[in-house]
């Protein structure tokens, strides 16, 4: 006799069959019986309390593991409420698959339950938005879905999944099955832009190399390594290309940023966009005659802003290594040049100011100081650190250092507030499976733990899903900087002696206990007021690998004070 299987075991299997091992969701109708589904395929499935906090969670599997993310929503609201997480994809090229349960087909247009047109809501938001004709086609546009996300520029991809296929049954043995996706195929840029290169390096006065989250993204970080030891040429990581090259390594001039960028005269782009994080490439923070040289796998981004010289078309760390063997064997940049001992005094200078705000021994703390606090007690190399807030990211990018690849993950080129617990879920629930499941090469640290360092109003977004990480058994460190609002807050005085109608727009109430989330479903919070209270806690909980553990550490608020 035959065996049938249901849509929704389909589905399943179709997402086994691509090497998928764990699917973030929130279940409802229809989806349940996919969920199951995937249960009983030995997927792991991390049930959520917000679709946002899902989705970002994809996002970011699919920006560690070079495959999609992949999340599961119920049909209408439950969709709707994954477009951030969508949208934050594309905006970073992160792959990302989103399934969404749809209305049954034959109640198109009756007014059927959460009935949404959500194949074109999500398609300005994705490289392909599609449905299956048949619960045949599940596995095949399953398939197309992967590919069409990974290949060429990554980014999500959307599949509607009607609820009378998820629930009517097929022969599964008689269908043609793609098996699974292969990787992207990969190229080589034109030689004569290779060559072109190579003349602008060489004799460049102020050369400039800008390492951007597409080269972790790539893991370009050997390729760009021995370009940095060979050439000499300082480099400048942005916030998620921190790490391809140690941020300790003495050519890293991000404590100089603004002077490296004003005085550069030919800046090589190696997985980095022209977007607002770096100007936009345009004077003043640029200068007018910088010659731009950009690494991308984009055709459409060469000459996106800002007129590129010289348009490098290619997987980065095969184009990189063009580079590396049409060089001269003889050619390094002198670190005896005025360039480069001007930016040495200058991250010198900038360096000694930053230590010296770390003494500040004034209570509530300072961010720096508290920053120093947690510095000093974390690991060198056995972090995934995680970043989101307003000052919170802005300050701690210049403070933590990182010294190995695709261990940052902060607010993106989309500036998402809200990403931090579900970025640290998916991290946390990585870790251990990167080496066995992603095909290319990307590197498991089985030892690191994850620390995020959110901002109070950050937290708030998600502050839930600390329920969903204790309850997945994803132990992580989550310490909140509360300065009691968003940007800066008021003291307990000063917001009692406040009317309602008074408070500025970005006060939170004051001295608010979110450590007690943690304590309420079975992780653990600690209060902390003070350095020494702060350097306690870091030693405890860093002794601590099986609990998720919050750290609400109270800082100034910063009082009225006028946005700029």
């Given at each position: 006799m035959t065996k049938t299987y249901s849509g929704a075991e389909v589905v399943a299997k179709a997402l086994k069959d691509q090497g998928v091992d764990v699917v973030f969701g929130i279940v409802g109708i229809p989806v349940v019986e996919v969920a199951e589904a995937i249960i009983s395929e030995g997927i792991k499935f991390i049930g959520f309390r917000n679709e946002q906090s899902l989705s970002y969670a994809a996002g970011a599997y699919g920006f560690l593991s070079g495959r999609p993310g992949v999340c599961l929503v119920v049909s209408g609201p439950g969709v709707v409420h994954s477009l951030a997480g969508l949208v934050n994809a594309q905006v970073n090229c992160w792959p990302l698959l989103l399934i969404g349960g749809s209305s049954d087909t034959y109640q198109q247009g009756m007014g059927a339950f959460q009935e949404l047109d959500q194949i074109t809501l999500c398609k300005p938001y994705s490289k392909i938005s599609t449905r299956p004709s048949y619960i045949s086609q599940i596995p095949n546009v399953i398939d197309k879905a992967i590919k069409t996300s990974i290949y060429g520029r990554p980014g999500p991809v959307y599949i509607d999944l009607p609820a009378n296929f998820i629930q009517g049954s097929i022969d599964y043995e008689s269908m043609?099955?793609?098996?699974?996706?292969?990787?992207?195929?990969?190229?080589?840029?034109?030689?004569?832009?290779?060559?072109?290169?190579?003349?602008?390096?060489?004799?460049?006065?102020?050369?400039?190399?800008?390492?951007?989250?597409?080269?972790?993204?790539?893991?370009?970080?050997?390729?760009?390594?021995?370009?940095?030891?060979?050439?000499?040429?300082?480099?400048?990581?942005?916030?998620?290309?921190?790490?391809?090259?140690?941020?300790?390594?003495?050519?890293?001039?991000?404590?100089?940023?603004?002077?490296?960028?004003?005085?550069?005269?030919?800046?090589?782009?190696?997985?980095?966009?022209?977007?607002?994080?770096?100007?936009?490439?345009?004077?003043?923070?640029?200068?007018?005659?910088?010659?731009?040289?950009?690494?991308?796998?984009?055709?459409?981004?060469?000459?996106?802003?800002?007129?590129?010289?010289?348009?490098?078309?290619?997987?980065?760390?095969?184009?990189?290594?063009?580079?590396?063997?049409?060089?001269?064997?003889?050619?390094?940049?002198?670190?005896?040049?005025?360039?480069i001992q001007s930016l040495r005094q200058k991250i010198d200078e900038n360096i000694a100011?930053?230590?010296?705000?770390?003494?500040?021994?004034?209570?509530?703390?300072?961010?720096?100081?508290?920053?120093?606090?947690?510095?000093?007690?974390?690991?060198?190399?056995?972090?995934?650190?995680?970043?989101?807030?307003?000052?919170?990211?802005?300050?701690?990018?210049?403070?933590?250092?990182?010294?190995?690849?695709?261990?940052?993950?902060?607010?993106?080129?989309?500036?998402?507030?809200?990403?931090?617990?579900?970025?640290?879920?998916?991290?946390?629930?990585?870790?251990?499976?990167?080496?066995?499941?992603?095909?290319?090469?990307?590197v498991y640290y089985p030892s690191k733990r994850v620390v995020a360092i959110v901002g109070d109003s950050a937290f708030g977004f998600s502050a839930m899903e600390i329920e969903t990480a204790v309850r997945a058994h994803l132990p992580m460190i989550i310490i909140i900087i509360n300065n009691n609002g968003i940007y800066h807050g008021l003291d307990i005085d000063s917001y009692n002696s406040t009317s309602l109608n008074a408070l500025p727009s970005t006060a939170l109430l004051p001295d608010i206990r979110y450590d007690l989330i943690a304590d309420a479903t079975g992780g653990k919070g600690y209060f902390v007021r003070t350095p020494q209270e702060l350097d306690n806690t870091m030693e405890e909980a860093l002794k601590d690998d099986e609990k998720v553990i919050v750290i609400n550490v109270m800082i100034q608020p910063g009082g009225r004070k006028k946005l700029v």
């Open positions: 043609n099955l793609p098996g699974r996706a292969i990787d992207s195929p990969k190229s080589l840029a034109d030689p004569r832009s290779v060559e072109e290169t190579v003349r602008l390096l060489v004799n460049a006065k102020r050369p400039l190399i800008i390492i951007g989250k597409g080269a972790a993204y790539s893991c370009a970080e050997k390729e760009i390594n021995e370009l940095i030891e060979k050439t000499r040429i300082p480099f400048l990581p942005t916030p998620m290309g921190k790490g391809v090259v140690s941020d300790s390594h003495p050519l890293c001039v991000s404590a100089a940023r603004s002077k490296a960028i004003s005085n550069a005269d030919v800046i090589i782009l190696l997985g980095a966009r022209l977007n607002w994080i770096l100007h936009f490439g345009a004077p003043p923070k640029f200068s007018k005659n910088v010659k731009f040289i950009q690494v991308d796998i984009l055709p459409e981004e060469h000459n996106n802003h800002r007129r590129i010289h010289v348009a490098l078309l290619g997987h980065l760390p095969l184009v990189v290594s063009q580079l590396l063997s049409c060089l001269p064997s003889s050619f390094n940049h002198p670190s005896t040049s005025d360039y100011s930053t230590n010296e705000k770390f003494k500040d021994d004034t209570i509530p703390m300072s961010y720096h100081r508290a920053f120093w606090e947690i510095k000093k007690r974390l690991p060198q190399n056995d972090i995934v650190f995680v970043s989101e807030g307003a000052n919170t990211m802005d300050i701690a990018r210049s403070i933590f250092d990182l010294h190995e690849p695709r261990c940052r993950l902060d607010a993106g080129t989309f500036a998402t507030m809200g990403v931090g617990l579900g970025f640290a879920i998916a991290v946390t629930n990585n870790l251990p499976n990167l080496y066995n499941v992603v095909p290319i090469a990307k």
